[in-house]
């Protein structure tokens, strides 16, 4: 694209297992990915709570989907995605939400995901922000 001068590691950042968009009419309205674990509270929580080890952890991150194309069912599609991505590899999916996003909250909440705990989240000067942390579902036997 034009004008666009972004260094190749903001698409492709250290530690990504593997990203998916969501497509509709030729444009890209929907993203999510998956991540080795970096320090998460989401990935310490469930390490913590099912005595598990981090090389059978992947991290959702990056889930959004454009506003034009909410309540399609695409955010359900990619997350699914994910999950299939994570039991094909032998990994569990953990990751956190802030708590003002409560779209999100139901819609991992309706995928089954389990709720592990609350965070909270410093960023910019001296802002911190709760958030609840999440660990997919057990992969059925």
Do not use: F, I, N
């Given at each position: 694209m034009e004008g666009v001068?972004?260094?190749?590691?903001?698409?492709?950042?250290a530690g990504v297992l593997q990203a998916w968009v969501a497509e509709?009419?030729?444009e890209i309205v929907?993203?999510?990915?998956?991540?080795?674990?970096?320090?998460e509270d989401a990935?310490?929580?469930w390490l913590e709570q099912s005595g598990d080890t981090a090389d059978h952890v992947a991290v959702g991150a990056r889930l959004f989907i454009a506003p034009e194309a909410r309540g399609e069912g695409l955010g359900e599609r990619l997350m699914r995605t994910g999950f299939d991505y994570a039991r094909d590899h032998g990994l569990r999916v953990v990751l956190d939400v802030m708590t003002k996003d409560k779209t999100a909250i139901r819609l991992y909440e309706r995928l089954g995901m389990q709720r592990l705990g609350t965070?909270?989240?410093a960023y910019g000067e001296g802002q911190e922000i709760d958030a609840v942390c999440y660990v997919s579902p057990a992969p059925e036997a």
């Open positions: 001068d972004a260094p190749l590691e903001w698409l492709s950042p509709k009419g030729g929907g993203h999510a990915m998956l991540s080795r674990p970096q320090g990935v310490e929580m965070a909270r989240h």
